[in-house]
Nanobody, 125 residues
C-alpha cells in the first residue's frame, strides 16, 4: 500500500508561483514513476507532468511546459511541482499519483496505481 499526501496549494494571483509537494509512503518510492494531474470544476482530470524514478525523464503537458517544473527527492520520498507564471486557467485540484510499474505512457491516468487526495490551487485574475 502506498499513501500520497499533497500539500502547498492555495490562492495566488495571476503571474505568481506556488510549489506543491507530495509525500509518499513506501520503501520503494525511488522506483516509482510519479505524476501530477489536475481537475478543474466540471472538467475531466488531465495530465500535467510526470517524472521517472531517476529524474532522467520528464514529460509535460503543452499547456504548462516552460512554466511548471517537476522534481523529486528520493531520500525524502517526495515529489515536487514548481508552478510559475500561473494563469487563471491553472485553477484546479492537483493530484499526485504513483505508477509502480514504469508504464511507458505516463500521461494516462488509468495507468497509475495510487493517488493522493488532492490540493486546491486557485489563481485569481
Amino acid at each position: 500500500q502506498v499513501q500520497l499526501v499533497e500539500s502547498g496549494g492555495g490562492l495566488v494571483q495571476a503571474g505568481g508561483s506556488l510549489r506543491l509537494s507530495c509525500a509518499a509512503s513506501g520503501r520503494t518510492f525511488s522506483t516509482y514513476t510519479m505524476g501530477w494531474f489536475r481537475q478543474a470544476a466540471g472538467k475531466e482530470r488531465e495530465f500535467v507532468t510526470a517524472i521517472n524514478w531517476s529524474s532522467t525523464s520528464r514529460a509535460y503537458a503543452g499547456s504548462v511546459r516552460g512554466r511548471f517544473t517537476i522534481s523529486r527527492d528520493n531520500a525524502k520520498n517526495t515529489v515536487y511541482l514548481q508552478m510559475n507564471s500561473l494563469k487563471p486557467e491553472d485553477t484546479a485540484v492537483y493530484y499526485c499519483a504513483a505508477d509502480l510499474h514504469a508504464e511507458v505512457d505516463t500521461t494516462k491516468s488509468w495507468l497509475y496505481d495510487y493517488w493522493g487526495q488532492g490540493t486546491q490551487v486557485t489563481v485569481s485574475s
